[in-house]
C-alpha cells in the first residue's frame, strides 16, 4: 500500500476526470497531537482527505484552508494543506458529538469556509459552503457544483491508522471527447459498490482495475504529503515582537516566562526574562536603530 499519496486518474472512456488520497504517517502524525475522540476523528480524518483532494484539483500557489467553526459539539475543525503538499489540522470540541453528520455535530449554523491565500501576495480566494447532508463529503460536492459547475463525487474512508478519498468529477464540456452521456453514470455507479474497507486497504492501481477495468484508464504520476507545521521559532518571536516589549514583560513578571504552544503540532516556544530581553534588543538592533531612546 503506497503511503501519504495522491494520484490523479483519467477514465478516458467516460469522460471523467478523478483523484485518489491515500494518508497514513501524514494522518498519525496529525492523530498523535490530541486523543480524539472517535467521531470528532472521523470528521477530522474526512477534512484531511477532502483537503488533499480539493488542493489536488484547484492550482493555487501558496495554502488552502479548510474550515468548520459552529456552536455545536465540535467548534472547530481547520485543515491546511499547502501547493507542495504540506498538511496539518486539528479539531477542537467541547463535547464527544452523537454523530458524524456535519450539522448535527457542528451545529446548525455552522458553515464550512474555505481559502486559498497565495504566496504572491494576491487577494485571497474565500468559499463559504453551507453544511449540506449527511456527511462532509456531501458539502465538498455541493462546492463543486456550485465554485466550478461541474458533477463531483466523493468518496471518504477513516480509520484509526488510514484516511482514503476518491474523488470523481465529469469533464468540461470542452474536454469531452466521447459522444457518451452514459459515461458519469457507469462512473459513479462502479465507484458507488466500493467498500470503506477497501477504499482504505487496496493500492490505488488495484482499485481503478478493479473498478474500471472495462472503461480505459489512465493513471497519472503520484504527488506525496506530509504532515508538516509551517510554525517557527521566528514566526513566535514575530508574534511577540508584535504583543510589544511592554506587554510581553508583564507576561513575564507575572507568570515567570512566555510560553506559547502551536496548537497544531504541540511545539512548545518559551521565552523567559533573558529571551524576552535579547528578543526585543535584538529587533531594534535589526531594524538599525539604536539611537532608539525607552
Ligand atoms: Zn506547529
Known sequence: MQSDLRSRFLIETCDVRGQLVHLDRCWADARARTHYPQNVSTLLGEAFAASALLAGTIKF?????????????????????TNDGNMRGLARWKNEPESTVPHKAFGADARMIITIESE????????????????LAD???????????????????????????????????SEQVND??????????????????????????????RLYHEEQVRLFESSTLSFVCSCS????????????????????????SVSIACEFCDANYDYDAVDVAALFKGYLGDAGDSNTQH
Open 139 to 173: 458539502s465538498i460536492k455541493h462546492y463543486f457544483a456550485v465554485s466550478e459547475q461541474l458533477k463531483t463525487q466523493v468518496y471518504f474512508a477513516v480509520s484509526d491508522s488510514a484516511v482514503s478519498g476518491l474523488l470523481l468529477q465529469a469533464l468540461p464540456p
Open 61 to 81: 500557489d501558496g495554502k488552502l484552508t479548510m474550515q468548520v467553526r459552529g456552536d455545536g459539539d465540535v467548534h472547530l475543525l481547520v485543515v491546511q494543506v
Open 233 to 256: 521559532k521566528e514566526r513566535t518571536d514575530n508574534m511577540l515582537i508584535g504583543l510589544g516589549e511592554a506587554e510581553v514583560q508583564d507576561i513575564v513578571e507575572e507568570q515567570g
Open 180 to 209: 457518451d452521456d452514459d459515461g458519469w453514470s457507469r462512473a459513479t455507479a462502479l465507484a458507488d459498490t466500493i467498500t470503506e474497507q477497501e477504499l482504505l486497504t487496496t493500492d490505488m492501481q488495484t482499485l481503478l482495475h
Open 120 to 135: 504572491q501576495g494576491a487577494e485571497p480566494y474565500q468559499g463559504i459552503v453551507p453544511l449540506e447532508g449527511d456527511s
